[in-house]
C-alpha cells in the first residue's frame, strides 16, 4: 500500500465553521491567555528546563504555548498517538523560534508585535505521524481554526539534516502559518480561478509530482484545493533552495502525462493547455503582492532569510541552541 505524505491545512475546531479573526492589541499585548503567576514552574520537576525555555521564550513574547507532554483532550482520538520525546522536543522548540519566529521577527520591521498578534497560541508536538490507511495519507501538520498548529512525527526527527528538518517540519510549519494569515485577511479570489478543472481533493494524493508541476501546482497536495494551493506555493516558495526552485519550474515546462502505471513525456507534445512554469510564478506574484498590501512583508525579503538560515545551519548552530535550554538552572540553583 502506498503510503502519501501531506500536509493538512486549515481544519475548523470542534466542527463549528468559525473562521479565525484577529483580536485588537488590548485582547493579545501585553495581557496573556495563559496563567502567568509566578511559582507556577517546578524547578526540581525533570522537564523544568525546557518549560521555563517555552516559558520565557514563547508564552511571554508571542502569547503562545508549546504542549508536548501528549494530553488526550487535545489529540484526535482518532490516532493511535505517542508523546513526542524530551530530547527531540526541546530540538524543535529552539529550532521554531530561530527557523520560524525569529525570521518574522526580523522582517517584519512595521510591527514590533506581530508573531504576538498573528501566530496560533498554542503549538503542539505529536511523537508519531497520523496515519489514515483509508486514503494512504500521513498527515504532517494540522492548522485549527487559526489558533493552534500540531506537527507530527518528531521522534523520527533528524536534527542534524537541514533538509529534513524543513522537508517535515518547517515547510509544513510555513505552510499552516499561511493558513492563519489567510483566515485573518483573505488571500485574492482571483487565485482560486487559476487552476479551475484541474484540482483533485480525493486523489491529489495519487498524483505524480511531475504531472502536477505541469499543471501549475508546486506539489501534488497544492493540486487538492484553492487554499492549500495557495499555502503550499508560498510554503515552497520560501523554503525551498535555488537549485529545488528551479527544478521544479524546469519540470513545470515540460510535457510529463500519466501513462499506464507510468509517467512519461508525451511524445506529441504539450497539450493540456497550462504552461505550468508561467501558472507557478503566477500564483508566486499574487502571494508576494498580497504579502506586501495586507500584512507590509516583503515575501522575497522572507525566502532569502529563511534561505540563510537554512544555508548555514550546522552541528555548531544546533548545539548553540540547544544551550539556551540546557544552561537553564534547575533545582535550588534556579531558586537563587
Known sequence: MKISKYILGSVLACGL?????????????P???FESEEGALDPYSPT???????DDVFRTKYNLQIMYKLEDVAADMNYNLVPAEYDKSVDLAVLSDYLWFQVYDKVVTSDENFMKKYSPRLLHFIG???????????????????????????????????????????????????????????????????????????????RDTRVTATLG?????????????FAETIACYICYTDETWNDLLQTATEPWIESGNSV???PAGDQDGVDGKALILQKVDI????????????????????QLRQTTYNEAKLNE????????????????
Open 48 to 54: 523544568y528546563q525546557l518549560d521555563k525555555y517555552c
Open 217 to 229: 501546482f508546486v506539489t501534488p497536495y497544492a493540486s487538492g484545493q484553492p487554499r492549500e494551493d
Open 264 to 266: 512519461i513525456k508525451n
Open 128 to 206: 508519531c505521524p497520523a496515519v489514515n490507511a483509508a486514503n494512504q495519507t500521513i498527515t504532517l501538520g494540522l492548522a485549527e481554526g487559526g489558533l493552534k498548529v500540531t506537527l507530527f512525527n518528531l521522534n523520527e526527527m533528524d536534527p542534524s539534516d537541514v533538509y529534513q528538518l524543513t522537508d517535515r517540519y518547517f515547510h509544513t510549519m510555513h505552510h499552516e502559518f499561511a493558513h492563519v494569515l489567510h483566515q485573518t485577511k483573505t488571500y485574492p479570489k482571483v487565485f482560486d480561478q487559476l487552476s479551475v478543472g484541474h484540482y483533485d481533493a480525493l486523489g491529489w494524493q495519487y
Open 17 to 29: 465553521a468559525l473562521p479565525f479573526t484577529s483580536c485588537d492589541d488590548n485582547d493579545l499585548n
Open 31 to 33: 495581557t496573556s491567555i
Open 321 to 336: 541552541l540547544r544551550k539556551l535550554v540546557y544552561d537553564i538552572p534547575v533545582g535550588d540553583a534556579a531558586q537563587k
Open 287 to 306: 502571494a508576494r503582492t498580497w504579502f506586501r498590501d495586507a500584512w507590509g512583508i516583503d515575501l522575497d525579503a522572507l525566502r532569502e532569510e529563511v
